[in-house]
């Protein structure tokens, strides 16, 4: 697979990212519940106060996958890089844009100076826990996602 | 107990906040996993581009319980505002704080367009579990939290 660039996003590549996104929303059997909208979506990466980031792997020129990021903030560790979420298209699985694009965030969370990286995985998702093991990271199941929709 | 007021944290709250973050963690026998310093999360509350934000119950001038938050990014939702904690110190606990500052949590959100609020919780804390369904919160365990720390 030949040129490979993996790199930051740009407002111009929201539409795509959307793309991606729903693309895992299907995958998932939840296409409904994205009710993002692109105008929403560009303005909270690319305004005044920007919410989110994100690096895009780009294949000949067309995106493939995606980090999507932002910043938390732990009382116990300080800033940390939070993975929103890691996505490689169907059918470019396999081949390794899913490393390059952890390894790249890595990078840029540890030039930062983030206090670590967290994310989440399904349980019941082992290839990805098996990807994710590779990387020494630690697994905590112990708590349970609370959320209040309006 | 008279003289309740719930209002944004300010600069010179953060000693009494981690004072009260170092509570928790000692009764969660983690004592030694609180590494932030007064001075990150002065700058990361209060600096160019705040990161968090906190609510304080206030109670005959002494705080008493924190609400500490921040913006996430769901890629499927959009801006949503997660509790990172939610404190009362134990010496006060069963008198009404937690709700107070979570209610009015709820109303600021819902005053900056937030698109819900999501939070965590044990999954063995039943107390915690009981007082959140009571907002008709949703609950998944389907997700394990991972971590790089560096």
């Known amino acids: 697979m030949d040129n490979v660039v993996i790199r930051a996003a740009r407002k111009e590549?929201?539409?795509?990212?959307?793309?991606?996104?729903?693309?895992?929303?299907?995958?998932?059997?939840?296409?409904?519940?994205?009710?993002?909208?692109?105008?929403?979506?560009?303005?909270?990466?690319?305004?005044?106060?920007?919410?989110?980031?994100?690096?895009?792997?780009?294949?000949?020129?067309?995106?493939?996958?995606?980090?999507?990021?932002?910043?938390?903030?732990?009382?116990?560790?300080?800033?940390?890089?939070?993975?929103?979420?890691?996505?490689?298209?169907?059918?470019?699985?396999?081949?390794?844009?899913?490393k390059k694009l952890l390894d790249e965030l890595i990078v840029y969370a540890k030039e930062n100076k983030y206090h670590g990286m967290v994310w989440q995985v399904l349980d019941w998702n082992e290839p990805a826990i098996n990807f994710y093991k590779k990387y020494n990271a630690e697994f905590d199941g112990e708590w349970v996602n609370v959320s209040l929709n309006f």
């Open 13 to 98: 590549d929201c539409p795509r990212i959307l793309e991606l996104i729903k693309e895992l929303a299907l995958y998932e059997k939840a296409p409904d519940e994205v009710t993002v909208t692109l105008e929403e979506m560009e303005a909270c990466g690319f305004g005044e106060k920007p919410v989110w980031g994100s690096l895009v792997a780009e294949v000949n020129g067309e995106i493939l996958g995606i980090a999507l990021y932002y910043d938390r903030y732990s009382t116990w560790k300080g800033r940390r890089l939070y993975l929103e979420d890691l996505i490689v298209t169907e059918s470019a699985r396999g081949l390794g844009l899913g």
